[in-house]
């Protein structure tokens, strides 16, 4: 980090990022974010941490856990401001989540639309998607909502 004399103060990363004081000092606890201290004690913060407070708002918004977001920017560089290319690299990891939880609700939505539609709400009882029962030989729970297919049905 360069030295603190350059960087920001808590509360000018805190305007600048538009969060508050609290949630700074929060994210560096939790690791997101580091400082260094000037010789009167006080915080100071490279600029890159205004982008890496963006992140880490987006990727709350998405519904990225800390400890997801802890995770990824813990390959972002720490002694430079990250560049395009590392955010590139980044945002491409979280692109391919991002993906894999729209297929999954997708899948959740085609799934709820059959069994809503027949109005029975009973899963052990259902002829469309689960005939007999025969679903609880593939474990607990929604088997079906799960991921598990009719086709696994003959092979239980």
């Not at 201290?37 to 913060?45: E, I, L, S, T, V």
């Not at 890159?48 to 977001?69: D, M, P, T, W, Y």
């Not at 029975?120 to 029962?133: E, F, G, I, K, V």
Request: some cysteine; proline content about 3%.
């Amino acid at each position: 980090m360069k030295k603190a004399t350059d960087a920001l103060s808590i509360g000018e990363l805190a305007k600048r990022a538009d969060v508050t004081v609290t949630a700074i000092r929060f994210y560096e606890t939790e690791g997101l974010l580091s400082s260094l201290r000037n010789d009167g004690g006080q915080r100071r913060f490279q600029r890159s941490c205004i982008r890496r407070l963006a992140f880490v708002k987006i990727s709350q918004n998405l519904g990225f856990s800390l400890a997801e977001i802890r995770k990824a920017l813990a390959t972002l560089p720490d002694s430079r401001t990250p560049t395009k290319r590392d955010w590139e690299r980044l945002s491409k990891h979280f692109a391919q989540d991002i993906d894999r939880r729209i297929a999954g609700l997708q899948q959740l939505r085609d799934k709820l639309t059959g069994c809503i539609g027949c109005g029975c709400l009973s899963l052990a009882r259902c002829r469309l998607y689960n005939p007999d029962d025969r679903a609880t030989g593939l474990g607990p729970g929604p088997r079906f909502l799960l991921g598990d297919s009719h086709d696994d049905l003959s092979s239980s």
